[in-house]
């Protein structure tokens, strides 16, 4: 317990650190969505494509749990398979909140109670809350993310066009192992 304590702490600092790969040119504005309904937003989402993280490396069968909280602020639960959609289940929890109201752009904490946070904005977001991009304007982290396991080729094209219209390299893209379904 106290190890896997360690490892949320150590990769929720490392992530943030400015020594991280950079994944988007900075000097490119970043937008993000005009607002997000946080209701509609929570469920599961299964990462499609990332762009490289060292503390998902070898993941498969990716995906983000969120649920709303009574005080406004959203739990989530990121879950992946180490190896392959068949490797045992690595999991991290932690907390939202959103930074204004919108609720399109947000600070995760890891590591609670420690004031350690993550940005998390919401970059695209279709519609139908099917299909989700987010980024953060540090740009060392960027990932699509479908209500599926796959999606539609013209979904992933508009989600790689919003990473690319905020200066993402999306030629450095990784798609990720989701079950066939």
Known sequence: MIRAAFMVLSV??????????????????????DSVD?????????????????????????TAKYALREDGRVDVVN??????????VRSADAIARAVDDTNAKLKVNFAAPLPFEGDYWVLY??????VAVVGSPGGQGGWILSRTPQIEADRLEAARG???????????????EQPAG
């Open 12 to 33: 929720s600092l490392l992530a943030g650190c400015a020594g991280s790969e950079v994944w988007r040119d900075r000097n490119a504005p970043i937008a993000a969505v």
């Open 38 to 62: 946080l209701t509609r937003y929570a469920g599961t989402w299964y990462e499609i494509a990332r762009f490289p993280v060292w503390f998902q490396e070898d993941c498969a069968g990716v």
């Open 79 to 88: 879950t992946c398979r180490e190896g392959g959609l068949d490797g045992p």
């Open 125 to 130: 977001l279709d519609e139908d809350y099917q």
């Open 162 to 176: 919003a990473l690319a219209a905020n200066g993402y390299d999306v030629g450095r893209l990784t798609f990720t």
